[in-house]
């Protein structure tokens, strides 16, 4: 299904619709600067006005396409999950048949779906932990990298190659894996991702040559990899005592932090100049949950979605700086689900859900073109969950 998306703009002052974020300032906001000359006013305005002029272009043309595996269920919760997109627009993720088992995709650019097992992949009907493959990230050489449960409700590693070919990549002394938790291939073909022994969890990075090395930050009881960027620096986030974000640099070095006052840190990606976002509390009984930016030389700034006082998650942050994620929508007709929302480098946002979401929209992944997929349950009875693709304008976002 393909429809025009009419999201939600927060926009500039000159265009009346202005919301910002705290800690960051206003857009074209003439007061914070003191005496302006007329002709800097003008010129102000007039650069405004056409940012205006583009964003209300964009907020005609953006495109959303919502799809289905054919062979995905329609029981309860059942459906297709999307979680990954290539810079080409080649799309990953997994369904839930009718038998409650997971099954891989790769759906190419036209809308064909390939479906595919790891090897080894339990196929028990209805299952608990729920059984079978699940992609979870996907490059531009199209090698999609992902989880599998096998019939001993154990998670394993695997890696497919362009022509279909998967191989089990368990980091050794493996015992298994927490499909909980992300795992992620860069451009360059790295994998990073978690894993159990003994002693607990902890990071693992696969090097394209398939050598393996394990890692913790000091003094971690568990340690939980979120992303990997074209360098090779990696964040994620760990236990010690509560749970705190760290940047692991191409050399092997740790850096720890922690947004001011946070008592549960959560990582969920990282850019490609090193930007990391994520989510805290504050109080883990009373919430609210806020979200954060960190820049690559450790300063961190709130990026809550304006006007949103309970809660915004980023999920995935492109090459641009461009952010994607969800956030809990007190505005009219959206009001008390959680919608989507794009932020861009500059701070401007615009909130977005598929035809159809009226629960949770979920976006998972965003490519240099800004393109976004994830998935949403409908509003049926059984909440069945279906891909989509935001497809941004031409000009805008």
Sequence with gaps: MVVPLRGMWILSPVC????????????????????????????????TLLACGLQLYGQEKATIITFDDPAAGTGQYQGTFATTISPGGVIAGYYLDVNNVYHGFVRARGGSFANFDAPGAGNLPNAYPIQ?????????????????????SITHCFLRAPNGTITNIDPPGSVGSSNQFPIVINAAGAVVGNFSDQLGFHGFLRNPGGTFTSFDPPNSGATFPSGINSKGAIAGYYQNGSYQGFLRTPN???????????????????????EIIGWYEVNLITGPPYSFLRFPKGALINIDFPGSSLGTFPYAINAAGTITGNYFNTTPPAQGQYSGFVRTAKGMYISFDPPGSTNTTAPTAINKAGQITGYYPDNTPNFINHGFLRIPPLLGF
């Design 252 to 274: 092997g070095t740790f850096v720890t932090f922690n947004p001011p006052g946070s008592a549960y840190t959560v990582v969920n990606g990282i850019g490609s100049l090193g």
């Design 16 to 47: 009346n619709q202005l919301t910002h974020m705290k800690n960051e300032i206003p857009v074209q906001s003439f007061g914070s600067w003191g005496v302006t000359n007329r002709p800097q006013v003008w010129k102000a305005v007039g650069l």
């Design 132 to 152: 079978g493959t699940q992609a979870f990230s996907i490059n531009l050489a199209l090698v999609v990298v992902g989880y599998y449960t096998d019939t001993n």
